[in-house]
């Protein structure tokens, strides 16, 4: 948090939107211009300026990603990745049903947004005989969970299933539609 205040003072201070004076704030330049008082605070601060990538290219040099819509219904149609980035993953989720596992994940916290259809699904209490998933160390699957909160998902809703949560479908109103953000 502190970075970003840093940073959103900063830019400020660079754009002229606030006075700066190197005595009280020493993350401004000795030789500052003064500059007009800014307006009253607003309840909102903007956007911290973007990171730079690694090995110093300008943010210009980002690559950008667009998936057209095609794309993306296919992937929604029966649930799969749609783009990796180095901390995680953007994926299609699908179900008609609420078959499979329950799981726990040893990395990755997942963001859903509901996009079609409607799911309960329970979050937290204990794995029954969960076991790690074959090739996939760091995801623990069992046939279900004991205790946990349960909840009635529809369009609309988010919910963040942090690292180590055990989360599951128990019931789906096909077809549900979600996608997922997976960060590490």
Same mark, same amino acid.
Do not use: W
């Given at each position: 948090?502190?970075?970003?205040?840093?940073?959103?003072?900063?830019?400020?201070a660079?754009?002229?939107?606030?006075?700066? =004076?190197? *005595? @009280?704030? +020493?993350?401004? $330049?000795? &030789?500052?211009?003064?500059v007009? /008082?800014?307006? #009253? =605070?607003? *309840? @909102?601060? +903007?956007a911290? $300026?973007? &990171?730079?990538?690694?090995?110093g /290219?300008?943010? #210009?040099?980002?690559?950008?990603?667009?998936?057209?819509?095609?794309?993306v219904a296919?992937?929604? /149609?029966?649930?799969?990745p749609?783009?990796?980035?180095?901390?995680?993953k953007?994926?299609?989720?699908?179900?008609d049903?609420?078959?499979?596992?329950?799981?726990?994940?040893?990395?990755?916290?997942?963001?859903?947004?509901?996009?079609?259809?409607?799911?309960?699904?329970?979050?937290?209490?204990?794995?029954?005989?969960?076991?790690?998933?074959?090739?996939e160390p760091?995801?623990?699957?069992g046939?279900?969970?004991?205790g946990?909160?349960s909840?009635?998902?529809?369009?609309?809703?988010?919910?963040?299933?942090?690292?180590?949560?055990?989360?599951?479908?128990?019931?789906?109103?096909?077809?549900?539609?979600?996608l997922?953000?997976?960060?590490?």
């Amino acid at each position: 948090m502190k970075n970003r205040l840093q940073a959103v003072a900063h830019a400020a201070a660079v754009s002229g939107l606030l006075a700066c =004076a190197p *005595a @009280a704030r +020493p993350e401004c $330049p000795v &030789a500052a211009a003064p500059v007009a /008082a800014a307006p #009253a =605070a607003s *309840a @909102a601060l +903007p956007a911290p $300026p973007p &990171a730079l990538p690694a090995g110093g /290219a300008s943010v #210009a040099d980002a690559r950008v990603t667009y998936l057209p819509k095609d794309r993306v219904a296919a992937a929604f /149609a029966k649930g799969g990745p749609l783009y990796a980035f180095d901390d995680g993953k953007v994926m299609a989720g699908h179900r008609d049903d609420a078959k499979g596992a329950a799981e726990i994940h040893a990395k990755d916290t997942d963001v859903f947004y509901v996009l079609e259809g409607s799911a309960t699904f329970v979050t937290g209490g204990e794995l029954v005989d969960g076991a790690p998933k074959a090739g996939e160390p760091d995801e623990i699957r069992g046939p279900s969970i004991r205790g946990g909160e349960s909840r009635k998902l529809e369009k609309g809703d988010v919910i963040v299933i942090p690292r180590g949560v055990p989360h599951h479908f128990t019931e789906v109103t096909a077809p549900f539609n979600y996608l997922v953000v997976k960060v590490r």
